[in-house]
């Protein structure tokens, strides 16, 4: 069984992460798509910002919090059918978290107040990196719902991948921060700690007075919630943790991505998380590799500098042609140029592809397993191209 | 472009902003400018493009004519307190630049008046002729640069609120500041800079100055190599080139044939990124920068700035 197999008979959850731009979001269809194909399992694929034609190409038409099950009618075209079943979803931020405000709010009041507090939107986009959080917040709330057998989620782009992974603990720690405390201690009038006085005059003379009241007075507010998201943060921890979660690191093989999929891999191990596979995204086509281009490219350049065979070449373009557009006066010229640069892009692939090798070896080291998705010829825009990415991400 | 005092590179994460920042600020030195370079977050990636040492808050000169820092909040904040508020004994009190850091957290804007007015600041003592700012990526440079009118709004009275309208000034001059996006010929990373210069228009007044298109894959085939190409693809000419060298050409077509469909591929997103230019008023200035991918850092900026000085000569 190839690892990429192994990888969706499991149930649980798996966790894509990487830089931005190496494709993720198309891995993670793919490996959904693949999933519902190959196994009966109820799968979910949970992305954050997908392509336009990508979102299509799993059904999702319009942002928001639903999720979207994909009808076998979107699997027409494809040789592949769905075995189990598949649904996709967004995550919308602003909205998980409303969700969550409402979901441990202690009374309608309090609930109404937050979310119309001025600060509560910078708060939801800023605080203990609200993006992160909500992503795995989410898939929790998709597993604890038992709807799905299996689900995977695409990161946020972030500063810093490590940001997601400590999400829930930032949220815990944000609670019980000693300045929270300060804070939302002096709002309710009682006795000012004397070493925050200083404070409290210059944060009044550099923001303006009453501002810092007002942040206050939020957070007082939302400490009454503290109980209900301290405990679903330590769920969701625990969650990371869980030996159904395996990550998957998807890289291209160029060097800023490496490094940070080094850093990922790094980090992930020595937090003990499962890192169960690393995927180089982009790599030359398998058939591209290796010696038998670099025989061609030789041929092509003898082939291009005899006179005889262009002429007959030429003859025989000619003759083929159904479209007249042919230059035939320059044939010849034209001919030899072609050919040379089809010779110089056949060296270019190898010499990529060369590089490409070195660098897999690094990839191999990231995760207990690794796999290879090729270059593809265009972006992938429909279910077909999604069962394709899997099938070969599922080759041995 | 690098007629301005003040220049922030974006774009969303993941299509070079760095590189392109590094290579603008070589450019600009070329042009006999005297550069400063600030990357907003500490993840060291222009240090190592620009192959110094760690940078920090103060900035460094690095080359001729070239100095680099990185920016944090708190510096900025006991800076800012020392020289508006003259009053540097707060730096003092323990634990002052952490509240400070949570209370600047929640309210709008306040962190990033902070760090827009550090950089306005290096502009007004005219220390440099330019500063390049090594932005966040697109998510947040809207924010970032509206900040100072954010803040207004929030907090109408106070010195903060004083602060923010020379700041302002700079900002909103279009000959003095610009936003520059960086994009590569990405579905996504075309719609992010498509997205960024139209809320840059609606909800700011501080011009974009560029787009750079980074990594743009150069042309394949002209025209009339096109059509040869496709003839050397039917099947009784393939057969007849195996017949004459004995060995079939069909890898190095299909290699050929990857990196021409990429380039059209490329191609398509650039002209989706040109048409929805078109649509916001008024053009913006493109500048197309080849893939230089598998080069190694030094070199990668070397290239790219000599590029760009080509492209802004």
Redesign the interface.
């Known amino acids: 069984m190839t690892t990429v197999a192994e990888l969706i008979q499991r149930d649980g959850l798996i966790i894509v992460c990487g830089s931005g731009g190496v494709g993720k979001t198309s891995i993670s269809a793919a490996l959904g798509v693949l999933a519902a194909t190959q196994t009966n399992k109820r799968v979910l694929v949970l992305t954050v910002d997908p392509a336009k034609r990508l979102a299509n190409a799993l059904g999702l038409r319009e942002f928001g919090n639903v999720e979207v099950q994909i009808t076998s009618d979107l699997f027409k075209t494809s040789k592949t059918k769905l075995r189990g079943s598949l649904s996709a979803g967004m995550i919308d931020t602003k909205a998980s978290w409303d969700d969550l405000i409402s979901r441990h709010a202690p009374d309608e009041a309090t609930r109404n107040s937050v979310l119309q507090n001025s600060l509560y939107k910078n708060l939801t986009e800023r605080f203990v990196h609200s993006h992160d959080y909500i992503a795995i917040e989410r898939l929790y709330q998709a597993h604890s719902s038992g709807a799905y057998d299996l689900i995977v989620v695409d990161t946020p782009p972030s500063r810093n991948a490590l940001t997601i992974l400590d999400a829930p603990k930032r949220m815990q720690d944000f609670f019980s921060s000693r300045l929270l405390k300060l804070l939302t201690a002096n709002s309710q009038w009682q006795l000012l700690a004397l070493a925050a006085k200083p404070f409290y005059e210059i944060a009044d003379r550099l923001l303006g007075k009453g501002l810092l009241r007002d942040v206050a007075e939020f957070f007082t507010l939302f400490r009454t919630m503290e109980a209900g998201f301290v405990e679903r943060a330590k769920k969701v921890e625990a969650l990371l943790h869980d030996s159904k979660t395996s990550f998957v690191i998807v890289t291209t093989l160029e060097d800023a991505p490496l490094s940070e999929a080094e850093f990922l891999s790094a980090a992930l191990k020595e937090r003990k998380f499962s890192t169960h596979l690393a995927i180089a995204n982009r790599v030359i086509p398998k058939e591209l590799q290796g010696g038998a281009l670099t025989e061609q490219a030789h041929v092509l350049n003898d082939a291009r500098q005899n006179t005889e065979f262009i002429s007959e070449l030429a003859d025989v373009l000619v003759n083929t042609d159904t479209s007249s557009d042919i230059d035939e006066a320059n044939l010849s010229k034209l001919l030899t140029q072609t050919l040379e640069t089809i010779q110089n892009y056949a060296l270019a692939t190898t010499q990529i592809s060369e590089m490409q090798s070195t660098l897999l070896d690094r990839v191999a080291g990231f995760a207990d397993h690794f796999a290879v998705a090729p270059m593809l010829e265009s972006d992938i825009a429909d279910i077909n191209g999604l069962v394709t990415l899997g099938e070969n991400l599922n080759i041995v | 472009m690098l007629d301005r005092q003040l220049l922030f590179i974006t774009g969303?994460?993941?299509?070079?902003k760095s590189t392109v920042a590094a290579s603008l600020g070589r450019a600009a030195v070329a042009q006999g400018k005297r550069v400063l370079l600030c990357e907003m977050?500490a993840?060291g990636?222009l240090s190592t493009l620009l192959q110094t040492s760690e940078l920090s808050f103060t900035p460094r000169e690095i080359s001729p004519n070239l100095s680099a820092m990185t920016m944090n909040t708190q510096d900025a904040l006991r800076e800012y307190?020392s020289i508006f508020?003259k009053?540097p004994f707060?730096a003092a009190?323990?634990?002052?630049a952490?509240?400070?850091d949570?209370?600047a957290?929640?309210?709008?804007g306040?962190k990033e008046v902070l760090v827009v007015g550090k950089l306005c600041y290096e502009v007004r003592k005219g220390n440099y002729d330019i500063v390049i700012v090594d932005a966040?990526?697109t998510g947040h440079i809207v924010a970032q640069v509206a900040a100072p009118t954010t803040l207004r709004n929030?907090?109408?009275?106070?010195?903060?609120?004083e602060q923010t309208k020379w700041m302002t000034a700079i900002l909103e001059d279009s000959q003095k500041t610009g936003v520059v996006v960086v994009t590569?010929c990405?579905?996504?990373?075309v719609?992010e800079a498509l997205e960024l210069v139209e809320a840059l228009q609606t909800k700011t007044k501080v011009s974009a100055a560029a787009i750079i298109v980074n990594r743009v894959p150069s042309e394949?085939?002209t025209k009339?190599?096109e059509?040869?190409?496709s003839?050397?693809n039917?099947v009784?000419?393939k057969s007849?080139?195996v017949k004459?060298?004995?060995?079939?050409?069909?890898?190095?077509?299909?290699?050929?044939?990857?990196?021409r469909?990429?380039r059209n591929?490329a191609t398509h997103h650039i002209a989706t990124l040109r048409s929805g230019l078109a649509k916001l008023d008024p053009i913006k200035e493109l500048l197309l920068l080849p893939d230089f991918?598998?080069q190694p850092?030094d070199l990668l900026v070397s290239k790219l700035s000599s590029e760009l000085e080509a492209e802004l000569s």
């Open positions: 969303k994460g993941g299509v070079g977050d993840k990636a307190v508020l009053t707060v009190i323990p634990g002052l952490g509240i400070f949570f209370v957290d929640a309210a709008p306040v966040e990526s929030f907090v109408p009275l106070g010195p903060l609120n590569t990405q579905e996504m990373a719609n394949i085939f009339s190599q059509i040869v190409f003839q050397l039917q009784a000419v007849f080139i004459k060298t004995g060995s079939s050409i069909d890898l190095s077509l299909q290699a050929s044939g990857l990196a469909a990429r591929l991918s598998y850092p």
